[in-house]
């Protein structure tokens, strides 16, 4: 079975430095169930291939003790991906997987244009299951079905593919994805699961397996369905859904200050009043939290479909159980993340998301206007945030200090303006803006609002995904 990672940042020789192996050697390592080889098969400014070959000996495993008819001399396992393959990877690309280049450390978490083929991995729930695993991460897939037999088409179809992944990504996080992915698509592990596993797991994918639509399938097949383990590893990784949700202390904070003149019952309805006036239809509210928005758009009759998403179940099962004593069955609640492609949220005439971007890191950013404008690509799309020059107006709120503890960023109006005509020029929208609450004439509104809309007018979701 074979690995290859190409690059096409430039130079793209510096794949060497970070993978830790240099082009123009071939090396080859022992592991305890067969040899690993990494080489590059070009390697020039332009492009360049790293590829690891894993050469398995079936038989040494049964010589080994591995006694599980899984493991008979004629097997899958010297041909597909497996778990092998991600001890290999531990392995043989250790520093690379933990993210250490001493000769240029900038590049660990720079988004570089990469490609990742693996020449067979099993997936007994066909295409939709690696789409399920992979597409929520942002890649690009190409799947190629492996036939039985070519020559036997009798046999019937196979559960092999060869898998092509691109996506402008950090090596590390390449790794990450594949580590804990493959031997989730083989449903296997060739050695024993204990609780060194969760701490595997954890350290591999707290990043982003906590807001992956299929963390628990994920989860169980990792830790081989141990109860115990998958208990406590859902449970620590809910934990992790929307800190800033289960942050009462946070909540308090941001309410107090906000309270006197109820910001957000005035933010929420500006909301509507924009949909409403815009004409909209069918609204996807990201970010949805406890639902609050979600239930005044469903006291209005013009809004014909209403979805409201969100990271936390938490929070969705509040939201749930508030729609349900108002008789809004008609609205839907979906489990997911900004950060994460989605092809549910093509089709919706407009997009919310309000007092979320705050809360993201800078760098992922990049990642959320891509998803919203470019991937879901809804014909309107209203976002508030903050106004960090109106906090000296709250007296609760001490010099310096954020309205909420888990906000990344607060941004000023200039800065927050100079973002959305960024973004409304690279996804071809055009933007406007309003003040939400009462105006300062020096320091503005305490909330500022951007209203997009795309500029041809038409919903057009990329159907590619």
Known sequence: MYLSITSTHQPATDLGFLLHKHPARAQSFSLSFGQVHVFY???????????????????GLIRGGQKSSHFKYVNDRPYVASSFLSVAIAQVYSSALSGRCKQYPELVEKRIPLEATLAAIPSRGGKQLIKRLFEPLGYEIQLIEIPLDEQFPEWGRSPYYQLTLRQEIGLKDLLSHLYVLIPVLDNQKHYFVGEDELGKLFKHGEKWLSTHPEYELIT?????????????????????????????????????????????????????????????????????????????????????????????????????SRLERQKMNQVELWHGSVLYRDKRWIGFDAATVVEVI??????????????????????????????VEYNVRFESLASGQFRHKDH?????????????????????????????????????????????????????GDNNS
């Not at 098969?41 to 038989?59: N, Q, V």
């Not at 239809?281 to 970010?287: R, Y």
């Not at 990344?408 to 960024?422: D, G, V």
């Open 41 to 59: 098969p070009e390697a020039s400014e332009g492009r360049c291939t790293a590829t690891l070959l894993l050469d398995i000996d079936p038989i």
């Open 220 to 320: 169980k097949r990792y830790l081989k369905y141990s109860n115990k383990l998958v208990a406590t590893a859902i449970s620590h990784l809910e934990e992790l859904h929307n800190p800033m949700l289960d942050d009462e202390e946070s909540e308090e904070l941001e309410e107090k200050a906000e309270k006197p003149f109820r910001l957000h019952d005035i933010r929420l309805q500006q909301v509507v009043d924009q949909l409403k006036l815009l004409g909209a239809k069918s609204v996807l509210d990201l970010g949805c939290g406890d639902g609050k928005l979600l239930r005044l758009l469903g006291n209005e009759k013009c809004f014909t479909r209403i979805v409201g998403v969100d990271v936390s179940y938490t929070s969705l099962q509040i939201a749930k």
């Open 358 to 387: 705050e809360h993201l890191e800078i760098e992922q950013l990049s990642a959320f206007e891509q998803i919203l404008f470019g991937h879901a690509r809804h014909n309107i799309v209203i976002l508030t945030t903050p106004n």
């Open 408 to 460: 990344r960023f607060e941004w000023t109006r200039a800065e927050f303006q100079a973002w959305a005509k960024q973004v409304a020029n690279r996804f071809e929208y055009e933007v406007k803006w309003a003040s939400v609450g009462p105006i300062d004439e020096e320091v503005g509104s305490p909330t500022q609002m951007a209203i997009f809309q795309l500029r041809n007018g038409e919903v057009h």
